[in-house]
């Protein structure tokens, strides 16, 4: 939160209420915007079970944005030393813009409202997707152990307790993982977690590159780009079964790991200050040169597939699971930009971790 100087007990009385007010609307607006969007119907639709547990989506997202909601409203009101919170001065920009809309535009913004709504915006996109896929993940990995420690183990064999519930077992698990430093890194922003937000990107480009991979837009990114991949690359030798998605799976360890080692500033298109620990130490873009290593090997069977029926056919398949890796590439290289524009730290680790993605190599 921002710091300022001591209030008067009125002032910094109200400033509290404000705070509080302008952050429980947002938090109600965009969790109401994500629940009746078309895209996310079938999600918000769906009853998720585990155990004697039992809901929809819809009512998932309700109680967890009005907790949400309590919890932020009860730190301002509490705030020893209140500041204009990034949510206050988003709702004033609008208000601004809908009273003089050719006024607002001409002036722009003050550099400290123009972090205040992209933060906001970014937020707002990504903290309820975030929250709605932490608890789809959590059970996911809930009802597949369950059913491996409740299952008949030994009558499954091997291969088919690993194909039924092994392999998903542990993909929600490291999905989980992975998602929830982010929907943290996203929900709560306090200078005890040393994770305020300095700066967000604000180039289209680097919006573009990254949006293209969360839903709504990836969809729109598959269907330009096509989509050779599969949850849960089958191969028929048991030998390549196992060992190519062992090695899905470690890469995707892999990624969850740099989410972690991001800790609490894991978020897109922000700079939080610079991590470099972990898998950070050695590239500066483990998560990516990770996520890729996971698609090449699910994109195998259907790869192949493409090339039985046709080299073209083959080469358009290698085409399309290249041109997804450019993207990663993309987000990489707007990343590094924006974050070198802000200060210099980015530069300071770029020049002691100097690759990318593999060491030595590029």
């Known amino acids: 939160m921002e710091q300022a100087p001591p209030l008067a007990q009125p002032a910094a009385s109200a400033l509290r209420l404000k705070n509080a007010a302008a952050a429980a609307l947002l938090v109600a607006l965009t969790a109401t915007l994500y629940a009746v969007a078309p895209w996310n119907g ?43 919170s990034k ?26 409202d123009r972090l205040a709504v992209l933060t906001t915006l970014l937020k707002a996109f990504f903290g309820p997707m975030m929250a709605v896929s932490l608890m789809i993940f959590l059970m ?3 009802n ?38 982010f929907t943290v890194g996203y929900l709560i922003e306090l200078p005890r977690l040393r994770n305020e937000i300095r700066s967000v990107d604000a180039t289209l480009l680097g919006w573009v590159a990254a949006l293209a991979c969360y839903p709504p837009f990836n969809e729109l990114t598959a269907a330009i780009l096509g989509s050779p991949f599969t949850e849960f690359p089958r191969f028929d030798d048991p030998l390549a079964h196992a060992a190519l998605n062992g090695l899905l799976l470690v ?16 978020s897109n298109l922000t700079h939080r200050g610079i991590v470099a620990r972990g898998p950070y130490a050695v590239v500066r873009h483990p998560a990516y040169v990770c996520k890729m290593v996971s698609w090449w090997v699910a994109s195998v069977p259907l790869v192949s597939l493409a090339f039985t029926r046709s080299t073209a ?28 524009r802000v200060d210099g730290e980015y530069a300071a680790y770029a020049a002691k971790v100097r690759y990318r993605f593999i060491p030595g190599v590029v």
């Open 313 to 340: 056919g083959g080469l358009l398949a290698m085409a399309s699971v290249a041109s997804w890796a450019l993207i990663y590439v993309l987000r990489a290289v707007t990343e590094e930009d924006h974050l070198k």
């Open 87 to 112: 949510s206050l001065r988003c709702l004033r920009v609008a208000a601004r813009a809908a009273r003089a809309p050719t006024a607002a535009w001409r002036d722009g913004l003050a550099p400290p």
């Open 42 to 84: 079938k999600v918000m639709g769906n009853l998720y079970v585990a155990g004697s547990l039992a809901f929809t989506g819809a009512s998932f997202l309700s109680v967890a944005a009005l907790t949400y909601a309590l919890i932020v409203c009860a730190f301002f009101l509490t705030e020893r030393r209140p500041g204009v």
């Open 144 to 181: 597949h152990g369950l059913a491996i420690v409740r299952g008949p183990i030994a009558a499954a064999g091997s291969r088919a307790l690993f194909d039924a519930h092994g392999y998903w077992f542990l993909l929600q698990f490291i999905f989980f993982v992975d998602v929830f430093f």
């Open 140 to 142: 996911g990995a809930v």
């Open 251 to 266: 890469a995707l360890a892999g990624y969850s790991w740099a989410s972690v080692a991001l800790g609490w500033k894991a």
